[in-house]
């Protein structure tokens, strides 16, 4: 039997960035993958829809620019986007695989194999793995799982990849159909919501249960999303309920009750159900090894379980499901594991982005989740119009917004940004609010000009009540407000 120092039971991000983080301890580490490397990241999620959004992105800017460019009329042809998107995702699992199968000959003999089969744990210590022609099994000190999720199905909803998809069987679609419904207003309905409309081919449905879109995010971050889909011809469904869904004719036909009570009946050629993902733990781990689980996910102290030398990192936890967090856990169990870890793990500070129209980044608290914990607090924005380099790139839709405390010390609790290059423009942030860090180094930074991080920059000395531009005079573009016991004021300063 062979064994190793640590064994790893998925390939996805947060298993492959385990894996690889074991390597640098010249640990012994086998990583097993039962599908495809890279893992639903790739394949179905971050790097493929990503592509997808991005590719729509340019699309939708050659449509609305097209009487400028001596484009219009432009239509675009799905199969040869789709063939771009496989591309990008072949680029990045053969970089994977090159990097992979070097390991042992870059670094050290022996350090590193790679497994394909079906693992399941059999004991606190070993691993069984079904592959193709045979079954082995093989022995580790530690053990982590890295199994990731999928998406959610409801059983009253036919599911058949064809008619009705989720998002992991969407690449089979042959064209842009000419109407598609997409069941759930979250991120990822959203994101697709704002693809298929960005080309243009596609009239969207998206249901929303309650009255608006993203109910988790801020009203006024909402606000702009929803004005730039309903723009794009896309139908939001809100305070609905999908009672029926079924295949016609090779027509997907549903059902909505309002919340007035009344019904509706719609017809469109695809649907896609977008209602969260399920962590994948079934079959997983041997039932006498009493591994906790939940409905959420494997139950986990800092990525340790309930069993002491098995880890479980990524999706398969109830803790954040992002490809960043995934890949920060990962490194952290192997740290863990191995000798003291130089961070503590923790989720303040990790960065979000949403791939909308426009996209929309975040760190830390928005204004519900500061308001659910009754806290008092400042918060400043500044609008894209603002910014010079939003102005340059004629796209001036969008706004910075920063939370801090409600004291001098002006501590950073969150901030969003909605526009372009808002992923750009947290990173700042993200590192004062990891070390407990206020608003005057933030304030006193030099950016490069023309950037939109200039604009963050304004919101700190806007706080500071030495901004360039003044909010008493810019009211509709600028704001400086505090907001304590249910009520907001004007910043005196201001």
């Known amino acids: 039997m062979k064994k190793y120092d640590v064994i790893v039971i998925g390939a996805g991000p947060a298993g492959y960035a385990a894996a690889m983080r074991a390597v640098d301890f010249k640990k012994k580490v086998a990583l097993i993958e039962k599908k495809q490397l890279g893992g639903a990241g790739i394949h179905h999620g971050a790097l493929w829809s990503k592509t997808w959004w991005e590719l729509s992105r340019e699309a939708s800017m050659l449509r609305k ?10 239509t675009f042809n799905y199969q040869r986007v789709q063939s771009e998107v496989r591309r990008a995702v072949q ?22 194999d790679f497994i394909h089969g079906n693992a399941k744990v059999i004991n606190e210590h070993q691993v069984q793995i079904t592959g193709l022609n045979d079954t082995s099994t093989i022995e580790g000190d530690y053990i982590i799982l890295a199994t990731g999720s999928t998406p959610r199905k409801l059983p009253e909803i036919p599911i058949d990849e064809e008619h009705v998809f989720t998002s992991d069987g969407l690449d089979k679609l042959e064209d842009f159909p000419k109407s598609m419904v997409i ?59 999908l009672i029926d869904m079924k295949i016609d004719d090779g027509m997907v036909v549903y059902t909505l009750e309002y919340t007035d009570g009344s019904k509706e009946v719609f017809r469109v050629e695809k649907a896609l159900v977008s209602v969260g993902r399920v962590p994948n733990y079934q079959n997983l781990c041997d039932e006498s090894l009493g591994l906790k689980v939940d409905n959420r996910g494997i139950i986990d102290d800092l990525t340790q379980t309930s069993i002491k030398n098995i880890y479980a990192v990524g999706d398969i ?86 939370l801090v405390t409600n004291d001098d010390q002006q501590k950073i609790l969150g901030m969003r940004v909605v526009g372009e290059h808002a992923s750009s423009a947290i990173q700042a942030v993200a590192l004062l609010i990891s070390m407990d860090r206020g608003i005057k180094e933030l304030a006193e930074l030099i950016h490069p000009h023309p950037s939109i991080i200039e604009g963050i920059q304004e919101c700190g000395r806007m706080l500071l009540g030495k901004s360039m531009l003044k909010p008493a005079v810019l009211r509709n573009a600028m704001t400086c407000k505090t907001y304590s016991k249910g009520k907001y004021a004007d910043l005196i300063e201001v």
């Open 91 to 112: 680029e990045r699992m053969q970089q994977l695989e090159h990097h992979m199968h070097n390991i042992n000959v870059s670094i050290e003999e022996g350090l590193f």
């Open 317 to 402: 936890t109830a803790d954040i499901s992002l490809v960043n967090v995934g890949e920060l856990e990962g490194r952290f169990a192997v740290e863990r594991i191995f000798g003291q870890p130089e961070r503590p793990l923790i989720y303040e500070n990790i960065s979000t982005i949403m791939f909308l129209s426009p996209e929309v980044a975040g760190v830390g608290m928005n204004e519900i989740q500061a308001k659910q914990q009754d806290l008092d607090y400042k918060v400043v924005s500044i609008d894209y119009s603002c910014i010079p380099r939003a102005i340059a790139m004629r796209n001036t839709q969008g706004f910075i917004k920063i």
């Open 183 to 241: 069941v759930g207003a979250g991120v990822i309905g959203c994101e697709f919501a704002t693809i298929f409309s960005n080309f243009g081919h596609t009239k969207v449905h998206l249901i929303d249960k309650g009255d608006r879109i993203l109910p988790f995010e801020d009203e006024d971050v909402v606000r702009v999303i929803e004005r730039n889909l309903e723009a794009k011809n896309v139908l939001i469904h809100r305070n609905s309920r």
């Open 65 to 74: 620019h097209g009487d400028a460019l001596n484009t219009g009329g432009i």
